[in-house]
């Protein structure tokens, strides 16, 4: 196991990791936690004297600099470890809420019963108490100043902690997000057919999975160049974007191929979706660099559609949805295929 530091280390190794990634330029994303987070531990010299050269250097860490250093020096630990410690440190940022809460009403209310205290006994001169009563009378005071600092420092601990738990959330979002398209990425996609197989019910129509591939997607880079292909496959997202809502979600599979899992659509509405997703595209104009370049067209995609059959494994409900998008494919491209359901096995 990688880290073994006990929850209180980890919290203070937490402040003292986010503290130095709010300074840099890179964002707040798993890869820069994990080498800060080190960093501060001290459980990796080699990474310590690659950051501490980076920022003699330049003075900041991008993004760039920060995934290449975390590439060569914390490459055991893996997009799914990151996740896990995402989770841990929003379950540690809650605590740490719930504490500087609960500590705050607990010395709100101290100082309350003080306060009455010290009112009550306010009306009497220091030299007509018993004696010892003025020296606690002083000390009721001043036990009452502290408890007013001691809450004004828990209410700035309970905001720290609730921006911690904005950034760990933010952070753990931009793991399962593709950069390109603001679609999900392949490991946002598998966690979400996960539990979309998971819920499925026998009783309700779906799960249904589309997969769609970008049409002759090489002769467009060698044709236009890559920075016109980025542009399609980002305008691809788009249109999956503003057309695939709710519980369903639409993910970037890999490279110019994409994914949509729609969790409770039958069958003749994934087919009916998977049509109008195909016609936008085919509608669609790219522009080729600048406002005054020309609009391309002639962009099209092929889509594969499954719906999912009840004890069918994910890898192969993706492999039907596959094969029926192949078979689109070699049907001619720019049109949509309906993956057939598995035969029951006539020797059971």
Not at 148 to 157: A, C, F, M, P
Not at 198 to 211: F, N, V
């Amino acid at each position: 196991m990688r880290y073994r530091h006990s929850t209180a280390q980890s919290a203070e190794y937490l402040r003292l990791a986010l503290k130095r990634m709010a300074q840099q330029e890179a964002s707040l994303h798993p890869a820069s936690y994990a080498i800060w987070y080190e960093y501060v531990a001290g459980i990796n010299p080699d990474l310590q004297v690659a950051i501490d050269s980076r920022l003699t250097v330049a003075g900041r860490l991008d993004d760039e600099t920060t995934y290449g250093l975390y590439s060569r020096h914390v490459a055991g630990l893996d997009a799914q470890a990151a996740l896990r410690i995402g989770d841990s440190v929003s379950h540690l940022v809650d605590q740490v809420a719930e504490s500087a809460v609960a500590a705050g009403d607990h010395a709100g209310r101290f100082g309350s019963s003080l306060e009455r205290w010290g009112e009550s006994l306010s009306g009497a001169s220091d030299a007509g108490l018993v004696p010892g009563l003025a020296d606690i009378l002083r000390g009721t005071r001043d036990m009452q100043q502290a408890i007013n600092t001691l809450r004004g420092r828990l209410d700035e601990s309970t905001r720290e902690a609730q921006q911690l738990r904005q950034e760990v959330v933010r952070a753990r979002e931009e793991a399962l997000i593709d950069a390109l398209t603001g679609l999900a990425n392949r490991k946002g996609f598998d966690r979400a057919l996960s539990f979309c197989m998971q819920e499925a019910s026998t009783d309700a129509p779906g799960p249904c999975l589309l997969m769609i591939d970008l049409d002759h997607f090489k002769r467009l880079n060698d044709g236009h160049g890559h920075l016109f292909g980025d542009r399609v496959l980002a305008t691809i997202g788009q249109i999956l974007r503003a057309n695939v809502k709710g519980k369903d979600t639409a993910a970037r599979y890999g490279g110019e191929e994409f994914a949509v899992i729609l969790p409770q659509t039958p069958r003749g509405g994934a087919v009916g979706l998977a049509e109008a997703l195909r016609a936008m595209v085919a509608n669609c104009r790219v522009r080729r660099g600048g406002s005054n370049d020309a609009l391309i067209g002639n962009i099209s995609v092929s889509i594969g559609v499954a719906d999912h059959v009840a004890g069918e494994s994910a890898a192969d409900f993706i492999g039907r949805a596959d094969r029926a998008l192949y078979a689109a494919k070699v049907q001619g491209r720019n049109r949509v295929s309906l993956a057939p359901r598995p035969q029951p096995d006539a020797g059971k």
